[in-house]
């Protein structure tokens, strides 16, 4: 896991609340992507950030937001129109947008 | 469509015997390929890589995979198993060209070894 943080580990969502999950790495990486890890499937991309101050939309980026005002940042948020946000968030980094990605701890979404 | 396709979602082993994880895919072109490890309520932690050159890519822990082109295959190996090695493991393929640094995961394969 080694360079990328996510934090919290585990976070609680509410009906109708939006929640942030952090990521941070010191890899000096210019390319961050946020992954969806669901039982039985593998990881569904949902943003990914090449540079500071653009980032793109993945296969399934409805009910997400991000945001790469910093380098080393990379914050999802989830949105109350993500009906069903139940999953582990997983965020990578990588050197190049051609280079090998690497995976932070990951964080558990659970609704209450 | 573009898939990988992780044809055993469990692949039980012995200790010390071989292990094999198969990953196969379909994509055009000549694709980057990897392989991934998962602990439990952990991240992804990077195995090996295959770009180019020899079909045989050695790794970290002992694993190493081979790749073959004509059955568009890249399995996994280990020559002798451990029961640390118990976890979940993800191929994944990035397709040749486009803007970003896409990889398409297959659906990962639980490898238990057993004492």
């Known amino acids: 896991d080694g360079g990328i943080t996510q934090s919290p580990k585990y976070l609680f969502r509410k009906e109708g609340q939006n929640v942030t999950l952090s990521c941070e790495q010191n890899l000096n990486h210019d390319a961050m992507y946020w992954y969806r890890q669901d039982p039985g499937q593998g990881l569904r991309l949902i943003y990914y950030s090449q540079i500071v101050n653009d980032f793109q939309k993945g296969d399934i980026a409805e009910g997400y937001s991000v945001s790469r005002e910093k380098k080393e940042s990379f914050p999802l948020t989830v949105t109350s129109a993500q009906k069903n946000p139940t999953a582990f968030y997983l965020c990578?980094?990588?050197?190049?947008?051609?280079?090998?990605?690497?995976f932070g701890p990951g964080t558990r979404l659970l609704v209450l | 469509a573009q898939s990988v396709a992780q044809p055993e979602d469990q692949v039980n082993v012995a200790e010390g015997n071989p292990l094999t994880v198969k990953c196969t895919y379909s994509?055009?072109?000549?694709?980057?390929l990897f392989w991934y490890v998962q602990y439990p309520n952990r991240g992804l932690q990077f195995l090996l890589k295959?770009?180019?050159?020899?079909?045989l890519v050695k790794g970290s822990y002992g694993f190493e995979a081979e790749f073959n082109k004509s059955q568009t295959s890249f399995h996994l190996k280990k020559p002798s198993a451990l029961v640390s090695d118990s976890a979940l493991y993800f191929c994944?393929?990035?397709?040749?060209?486009?803007?970003?640094?896409?990889?398409?995961f297959g659906a990962g394969t639980r490898l238990a070894v057993h004492p």
């Open positions: 990578a980094s990588s050197a190049g947008p051609r280079e090998t990605q690497y």
């Open positions: 994944a393929v990035r397709p040749p060209g486009g803007g970003y640094n896409k990889l398409i």
């Open positions: 994509v055009s072109g000549n694709p980057y």
């Open positions: 295959y770009i180019t050159g020899d079909n």
